[in-house]
């Protein structure tokens, strides 16, 4: 589940009240757009653009609907998808089922089985691509440093420093000095700078402390 989808289906699920209790939805697809017009609003950003929904049916008489949807903006990086299952009568296909193939207006045992479903879709959703919103910048460049960057050693130009600096400090130290690595070093495999992880209470101190001790060690290298 997408804690955000849970929370924001809690504050507006009367909308779709409403709407399921003025027409039995005709197929699974509106339930989902009504769902999706629930939880976003036109034009804003890390939320599903409801207007671009996608179903994707490989079945027959019965199967798997999925309904993929982008976040809204230009050239999206974040999907998100929901899988439904659909049968071929009101025996095995749960819309059919609540709507009893009637005519007339839902009655509020209808409606609420309706809201049950678009429950269902609610809590289905997955995150397909892109990050999660739950992690902060922070939380995301830790993992990206500890996963990707290797063992750094500084190539200055009267020779090589070994400094007792973890990935983390040495790229907080590039970061926090402001300088660019090609003019502190000649040689540095590290994956790329994250200015994003400075100024924050646990960074800070890591920073500067790291700084102080590459000063030291630059020191000690000119006086040899």
Not at 75 to 102: H, K, M, N
């Amino acid at each position: 589940m997408i804690q955000k989808f849970i929370t924001r289906w809690e504050q507006r699920k009367d909308r779709a009240r409403a709407v399921f209790a003025a027409a039995h939805p005709a197929s699974y697809k509106e339930v989902v757009n009504t769902v999706l017009s629930v939880l976003a609003d036109p034009e804003e950003f890390d939320w599903p653009d409801a207007s671009k929904v996608t179903e994707i049916d490989h079945g027959h008489y019965q199967g798997t609907l999925l309904y993929v949807v982008p976040e809204y903006g230009y050239q999206p990086d974040t999907f998100w998808a929901v899988a439904v299952d659909y049968g071929s009568c009101s025996g095995c296909d749960t819309l059919q089922r609540i709507s009893e193939y009637s005519d007339d207006p839902p009655t509020d045992t209808q409606v609420d089985a309706y809201m049950q479903l678009a429950l269902d879709v609610v809590r289905g959703f997955k995150q397909i691509s892109g990050y999660s919103y739950d992690e902060t910048c922070e939380d995301i460049t830790a993992r990206q440093i500890a996963a990707e960057t290797p063992a750094v050693v500084p190539q200055t130009a009267v020779g090589t420093v070994s400094l007792p600096l973890t990935p983390l400090e040495f790229g907080v130290v590039v970061a926090l000095a402001g300088i660019g690595l090609s003019a502190m070093t000649n040689n540095v495999e590290v994956a790329k700078p994250y200015p994003a992880m400075l100024n924050t209470p646990e960074t800070e101190p890591v920073a500067l402390s790291a700084f102080q001790t590459l000063l030291d060690a630059l020191a000690q290298q000119g006086a040899a």
